[in-house]
């Protein structure tokens, strides 16, 4: 616990809150748009015990979730950790119980099951919003369903019965056009399972379709995307048996041989329509977008160009390599008529971008023209010195629009001693684009937290409104935005 302690005093920003706390009426510089009307729900990760092994990956971390309720030109702030059958059991031991990182051999023998490793969820990647409900998700265990209004946790979510995987991915997709959710988990069957368990879920949250196909190989599949036609199943270079899980390792390793696939479905086909596209080694962790095109499939992602986890150690041994630890926007095309399993890809910008981004709601599944996401311009200034010895070296000081069809980038800079997290778009208006760029930014001169509000079509400008709170916040996975109309909000 002392070796654990003094680490901690090392980490400066990102040391353990292990508080909830609810604040009304924030502190705000500029003025909140009126037409502002829902709520900026984060996920993320906190330490509620010091972890049993220290180098274990932050992911393993407990579940937080935050909100940001905006009403009549004020917003108020909630902040709880998400209650799991895991902390749960952590807090009436008073201690951490649990091992590595997707691994039940390595917990305490009080808690160990490998049989059922969905009970060791920490439910700390993405907030999501779905036929009236907001769920805290990640891919190794079920839903678990939040109280948008208190954020208190009513528990694991099976979709009525209808939900037979014994994981839940942490990024399904939501259709614009339907209302319908379109989600897997894979591992589905268990550990180092080659199971992947595709389901459409109804407007109403009901499951009305479930595909079974088997992958490649046991593999992270993070993410996915989704077109009108299609589902698309991305992944790379991470990989897993039960034997290393019983001879105590970290989950994921990384392996340079393995291939990168790209899976191609009908969205109303079978498993035997499912399309493996083969490439080259590289991390598919997130994507941005994609769409149908006759029968090709366009897919925008930001995949990088190796393991960007030093936490999941290469298999053969090396070590991590941060020069290839960067991501780009890049475009991929998937062409269903051609007898070769290769893809055809484009490097859209040559800077390395953060991999985690969005594009307009309203327009997921289709051909959008624009992405969002966070970057680290170099031309702009970090002053390291206010920033304190612990802030970063480097840090995310920009969001970017970045425009598909002119590649013109209108870039937001966040100050000079401030790191975005994710940002997330709010809709406004009838038009891809009009909306509101939101995120919270570290200001590590001042060890607090800020939520910027930014004019999506003119990013440029600068600030709309800043949300000021007077201590800093969890780290953040990912966000969301809930209109009004979506959630049964007050």
């Known amino acids: 616990m002392a070796d654990f302690s003094e680490s901690l005093a090392g980490r400066g920003f990102i040391s353990p809150l292990r508080f909830e706390v609810s604040i009304d009426d924030c502190e705000v510089v500029g003025k909140i748009p009126q037409d502002m009307d829902g709520a900026f729900y984060r996920a993320g990760y906190e330490w509620y015990y010091p972890p049993k092994f220290p180098d274990d990956a932050i992911l393993n971390a407990d579940g937080y979730i935050s909100s940001f309720r905006f009403k009549g030109g004020k917003v108020d702030y909630k902040g709880r950790f998400v209650n799991t059958h895991r902390i749960q059991k952590e807090r ?3 201690h951490q119980l649990y091992g590595y990182y997707r691994n039940p051999f390595t917990d305490d023998a009080s808690v160990r099951d490998p049989e059922h490793p969905n009970l060791r969820t920490v439910a700390n990647t993405t907030p999501v919003i779905h036929a009236g409900k907001l769920f805290a998700l990640k891919e ?3 839903p678990h369903q939040i109280n948008p209004n208190t954020l208190e946790t009513i528990g694991p979510w099976d979709f009525h019965g209808g939900w037979k995987s014994q994981t839940f991915t942490a990024h399904p997709k939501l259709d614009p056009l339907t209302g319908e959710m379109v989600a897997f988990g894979y591992e589905a069957t268990g550990l180092a399972s080659d199971d992947l368990f595709i389901c459409t879920i109804d407007r109403a949250g009901k499951v009305r379709r479930e595909v079974r196909v088997k992958v490649p190989y046991v593999s992270i599949i993070h993410d996915m995307a989704l077109t ?19 001879a105590g390792k970290i989950h994921w390793g990384w392996d340079a041989t ?3 696939y790209i899976g191609v479905m009908p969205r109303e086909g079978s498993a035997q329509d499912m399309r493996w596209f083969k490439g080259p080694n590289r991390c598919h962790m997130h994507t941005f977008n994609a769409y149908s095109e ?8 930001p995949f990088w160009d190796s393991n960007f986890f030093p936490f999941f150690p290469n298999v053969d041994g090396a070590p991590f390599n941060p020069a290839k630890a960067r991501a780009f926007i890049r475009k991929f095309t998937l062409d269903l008529d051609s007898s070769s399993d290769a893809w055809q890809e484009e490097l859209l910008w040559d800077m390395p971008v953060v991999d985690i981004g969005k594009v307009d709601p309203r327009t997921l599944s289709l051909n959008s023209r624009y992405i969002y996401t966070g970057f680290t311009d170099p031309q702009m200034p970090y002053d390291r010195e206010r920033s304190g010895p612990r802030a970063p070296a480097s840090v995310p000081n920009s969001y970017g629009r970045f425009d598909i069809q002119t590649r013109k980038i209108d870039r937001y800079f966040v100050g000079k001693t401030h790191g975005l997290q994710e940002c997330t778009f709010v809709p406004r208006g009838n038009a891809e684009g009009q909306g509101y760029l939101i995120g919270v930014a570290s200001n590590y001169a001042e060890m607090r937290s800020e939520l910027i509000i930014a004019d999506a079509e003119h ?3 600068g600030d709309v409104a800043r949300v000021i709170l007077p201590f800093r916040l969890s780290s ?3 966000g969301t935005w809930a209109g009004k109309d979506e ?3 007050v």
């Open 92 to 94: 009436a031991a008073r």
């Open 258 to 260: 393995k291939p990168g």
């Open 487 to 489: 959630l049964p909000l």
């Open 140 to 142: 190794d265990g079920l």
């Open 459 to 461: 990013l440029g400008d």
């Open 476 to 478: 953040q996975v990912h």
């Open 228 to 246: 009108h036609r299609h589902v698309v199943i991305p992944f790379s270079g991470y990989v897993t048996s039960m034997e290393r899980l019983k």
């Open 294 to 301: 006759g029968n090709k499939v366009i897919l925008y992602a």
